[in-house]
């Protein structure tokens, strides 16, 4: 077996409709079809697939330390996307990988999940 690709990532929250609107907003995920569960939920789609299931939870999980620290998408149009940020006052920071020059922004969702956006080098703010 190889593994092609990460075909979505599962986050259980009791803030729906907060999340749902920062996967729209400010990462551009467009909300699309879903299966019709017995439990509420949203899917956020990039490039056609599903990438991002929200599923609703009566009440909000607890972890002190996730052993999930972050998840990645690669992404084009760094400058769009920085001024998305300001717009929506969402914290971001930017850290760029040794070598590679890889750029990546750091955000967290409305339940604290760490998120990097990827750009590649050529993909500058200035």
């Not at 949203?42 to 609703?56: F, P, S, T």
Request: aromatic share 8%; with cysteine; glycine share 10%.
């Amino acid at each position: 077996m190889t593994l092609a690709s990460l075909d979505h990532v599962n986050i259980r929250t009791a803030n729906l409709a907060p999340m749902s609107a920062f996967y729209e907003r400010v990462l551009g995920m467009k909300k699309g079809p879903r299966p019709p569960f017995t439990f509420g939920g949203a899917w956020h789609y990039c490039g056609g697939i599903a990438a991002v299931h929200l599923v609703e939870v009566g009440h909000q999980p607890a972890g002190k330390e996730p052993c999930l620290e972050h998840f990645a998408f690669r992404a084009n149009g760094m400058k769009t996307f920085l001024e998305t940020l300001q717009r929506e006052e969402v914290p971001f920071d930017i850290r760029v990988v040794p070598e590679s020059g890889i750029q990546q922004v750091n955000v967290s969702d409305p339940d604290g999940n760490h998120i990097e956006i990827q750009f590649l080098p050529g993909d500058r703010a200035e």
